[in-house]
Structures are given as C-alpha cells and as structure tokens.
C-alpha cells in the first residue's frame, strides 16, 4: 500500500465489476477506506477480501442507485459509519446500443435511471456532506460516446451528454466557491461486461467484431486516470480525461 489518500474516505458505485472494481481496489492500495457501492452484493463481499488482502479496508453497501432513498442512504451510511465522504466516484451505468426505431423502450429507460438519474441521486446526497466539510471531490464516469454520437448510440448518448453537462455545472457551481473538485471521465472501448447488457443482437455482433481488432483497455487503466485525478494538491482540479486504447482512431 501506499499512502497518498490516506485517511481519505472514497464511495464508489457500480463496484461489482470492470472499472468499478479497478477503481476501489486503486483507491484502497493508496490508503483511502472505500464504500463500495452496487447491487450485487455477492460480488461486493469478493472485492472486499481482495481490498483486505492488500492492507485496505472496505464497506460494502448493496443497493439499487436507481431508487432515491437507497441512493441517499448509501451516501449517508457511508459518512456517518466511516465518518466522513472526501471521494465520490459515480461509475455505475450500462450501454445497449442498436437503431432508434428497432430500441426497446425498457432499455432507454434502464439507462436513464442508471447512467443518468442514479448519478444525480448518490451526488444531490452527496453535496450536503462536502459543503459541511469544506470540501471534496467528485468524479464522474462518462463515455467516448459522450463527447461524439453515432447511429446506435442514441440514448447511451444522451445520457452521457447529460452526465458531461452535469458535471461541468458543478464543477461552476461549487469548485471556487465550496472547494468541490469535479472531474469527467470519458473512455473509449474498455474490455468490460459492458457489451453483455446489449440487447440489440446484430448491432452487439457489429461493435464486437469491430473492437476486436484493437487492444483495449484495461479497467485498471480507468482506474489509473481516476487516482491521477484525486491525487493531485488541492490546487488542481482535473476538469477532464478524454482515455481511449491507441488503436482506436
């Protein structure tokens, strides 16, 4: 372990895998004890062993970030059981690309209440414990998608355009003033279950076939720009990081 957030308390959400998971581990290897926050607790507890067996300490908090109250109370369990919320890092989100008229309306709804209205559930709870500390840090995880659309990704889009817009409001509204950093991140192909969750099959066959030719990215390398991020002096805020693989063109 090293030490550079020690003493330093982080929530990360959509812990249960890919640059969730890499995020907390990341955190706790430079000593901040972290909450990790998703809906599969089974893979929580895993993490958890994992954040113990390398000197850390985690607090697992199942819940569905979709539903206020359980978003609020993730927030609030955190700081009052770890005593204090310096880091929040709003991962969480899912991706079903495919043609607008073939969508199935479920899927546009699931991403609005996951990529878009979760992230604003888990920060509004959020915001009241910086302002009473004088300070913390949000980061934010968008997308590539979120920066350029393209014909399938549609609403994915729109709710990481939205997550883009949010962040920089805050970024206006509370980093002079109140001392909250705020950072977006946006990455291109990351080999994560992200795919998984795509129902539109000829489209998930499409995107696989295209990214297999490149060498993506690792989760730990999302991970890697978050630390960078909510590790510099207070001084610097880290507005963006714009991360694809290098075969991406």
């Known amino acids: ?33 972290v909450a990790v926050v998703a809906r599969r607790e089974d893979r929580l507890q895993a993490l958890e062993k994992r954040i113990e067996s390398v000197g ?15 978003a609020k109370a993730a927030v609030e369990r955190t700081a009052t059981e770890l005593g ?36 604003l559930y888990v920060t509004h709870a959020a915001l009241p414990v910086f302002l009473r500390q004088g300070g913390g840090h949000i980061v934010n995880v968008s997308s590539v998608s979120g920066r350029f659309t393209s014909p399938t990704s549609n609403v994915y889009s729109v709710t990481k355009f939205g997550v883009g817009a949010f962040s920089e409001s805050l970024r206006q509204e509370f980093s002079a003033k109140h001392k909250v950093r705020v950072t977006v991140v946006e990455p291109g192909v990351v080999a994560t279950e992200l795919t998984d969750h795509m129902t539109h099959e000829a489209t998930k066959t499409a995107y696989l076939t295209n990214t297999s030719r490149w060498e993506r990215l690792e989760s730990e390398d999302v991970a890697a720009a978050i630390l960078y991020a909510v590790t510099q002096p207070p001084r610097v805020n880290v507005n963006e990081i714009l991360i694809r693989p290098t075969d991406q063109g």
């Open 1 to 33: 372990m090293n030490n550079r957030l020690k003493g330093k308390v982080a929530l990360v959400t959509g812990a249960s895998s890919g640059i969730g998971e890499a995020t907390a581990l990341a955190l706790a290897k430079e000593g901040a004890t």
């Open 84 to 119: 204090c919320l310096d880091i929040l890092v709003n991962n969480a989100g899912v991706m079903y690309l495919g043609p607008a008229a073939e969508a199935r309306l479920a899927d546009w709804k699931n991403m609005v209440a996951i990529n878009l209205m979760a992230v």
């Open 56 to 70: 850390g300490k985690a607090l697992v908090i199942p819940a569905d970030l979709t539903d206020e109250t359980q």
